[in-house]
């Protein structure tokens, strides 16, 4: 593992454990050349997918993309960290498990409401602002009228 301070191709693990929902290895580390600390994490990853986008543009799946969106719509909401972490691991591991290699952004973008949509309903609606790409206040309306109803069923 390369030192994210100098560079050194060398590092030694000080200390590994599991994270807290156990889909990741958490691993301390120090560069044997300058001496640094660093962690880094270690996470299973079924296959390579790539994501077709709406305008057929293909690139491969992020991580990352998805984590920073659903962070982004639970930002100020209170959620623990390892509770948004729950929802992208299982995300991620829904999609890799269909056994498809191609996945379009828009069933992402389906998965992530549907897992919004449990854990928080601001989350979810101001997520779905972005990907549903609302342009009015009455986008909103509509959407957070349909989002109450849900909870009357």
Do not use: W
């Amino acid at each position: 593992m390369r030192c994210p301070f100098c560079g050194h191709e060398d590092s030694q693990v000080k200390d590994s454990r599991p994270s807290e929902d156990g889909t990741s290895i958490r691993r301390r580390r120090q560069c044997e050349a300058c001496g640094g600390r660093f962690t880094t994490f270690e996470r299973v990853q079924l296959r390579e997918m790539m994501v077709i986008k709406s305008g057929g543009r293909r690139e491969p799946f992020e991580r990352g993309k998805m984590e920073r969106s659903i962070a982004l719509a639970c930002r100020k909401r209170g959620l623990a960290p390892e509770r948004i972490e729950r929802l992208v691991s299982g995300i991620q591991r829904q999609l890799e498990t269909t056994g498809e290699t191609e996945i379009t952004s828009n069933r992402i973008g389906e998965a992530v409401m549907e897992g919004l949509k449990t854990l928080d309903p601001v989350a979810y609606i101001r997520f779905a602002s972005v990907y549903k790409d609302f342009t009015e206040a009455k986008d909103f309306e509509e959407f957070a009228g349909s989002v109450r109803d849900v909870g009357k069923g």
